[in-house]
């Protein structure tokens, strides 16, 4: 292969495959049995109610709780027991739905956390400024001061360092005006489209989700409830399932 079609490749998405997957804390079972594949470059949304599994879901891929049961495959490869770092060599990138800042250090030391090194720094700050512009202009504030909304598109800005060939997301537009959201959104699609990211995207917010995503699966005590694409007739046929 051509170094061209090297970079080429590698610049593709990831296939997510999740068959039969179970995990949870202590002797409760939180996720029970859950089989997903999201192709490569594809985006889909884990919808559902509270406290259904969606992020225990997204840390059971990422290994920070144990898979009890069943196979987690990345193109194909098991990441069960991998180290972060192995992740992230294989391209899997993460936006917590918790805390995930260092409220004290500036907006580029949170920044600089992503990468391995300095010398990679300045091309993954220019990606990111791509999408959300206002960054370059505040390196030097602390992240504890930005508003709720800067500091979800940080956040986010800090998965999208490494151009991460499958993304997790979780719940990345809680709480934020329509505005923040839109922005989002765009960031989203605009990396999807020059990337051909793949991604999952936990979410409660069904407009932004039908927005931004191909697909979607709606989470019910731990088990798929129901799957489909995007298409007209979808939202209805959501709501009927976060209503009940
Ligand atoms: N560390 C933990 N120890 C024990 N139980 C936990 C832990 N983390 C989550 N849970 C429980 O697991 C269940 C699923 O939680 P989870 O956060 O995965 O749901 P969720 O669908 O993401 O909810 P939400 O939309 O509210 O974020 C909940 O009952 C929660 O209390």
Do not use: C
């Not at 610049?11 to 996720?31: M, N, P, W």
């Not at 505040?138 to 151009?163: D, H």
Request: proline share 4%.
């Amino acid at each position: 292969m051509s170094d061209a079609a090297r970079q080429s490749a590698d610049s593709r998405g990831g296939a997510l495959t999740l068959d039969g997957v179970t995990s949870g804390y202590g002797a409760v079972s939180i996720v029970k049995g859950v089989s997903l594949k999201v192709a490569p470059g594809e985006i889909v949304a884990l919808l559902g109610k509270n406290g259904m599994g969606k992020t225990t879901l997204l840390k059971t891929i990422l290994g920070m709780v144990g898979l009890r049961g069943g196979a987690i495959a990345v193109d194909g490869v098991s990441v069960a027991g991998l180290s972060p770092a192995k992740l992230v060599a294989l391209g899997v990138g993460y936006a917590p739905q918790e805390q995930p800042l260092f409220q004290d250090l500036s907006i580029r030391d949170n920044l600089r956390l992503a990468v391995s090194s300095d010398r990679l720094l300045p091309a993954a700050l220019e990606r990111v400024f791509g999408h959300f512009p206002f960054l370059a202009d505040r390196l030097a504030q602390r992240a504890g001061t930005l508003s709720g909304g800067e500091q979800k598109m940080l956040i986010l800005a800090r998965a999208l360092m490494l151009k991460p060939r499958l993304l997790l997301i979780d719940e990345i537009s809680e709480g934020l005006q329509p505005s923040v959201v839109d922005r989002i959104a765009a960031a989203l699609s605009a990396e999807r489209a020059a990337s051909g990211a793949t991604m999952l995207i936990v979410e409660q917010n069904l407009d932004f989700a039908l927005r931004v995503a191909d697909r979607w699966a709606v989470l019910k005590l731990g088990e798929i409830d129901d799957e489909g694409a995007t298409s007209p007739d979808a939202r209805e046929r959501i709501l009927r399932h976060l209503s009940v």
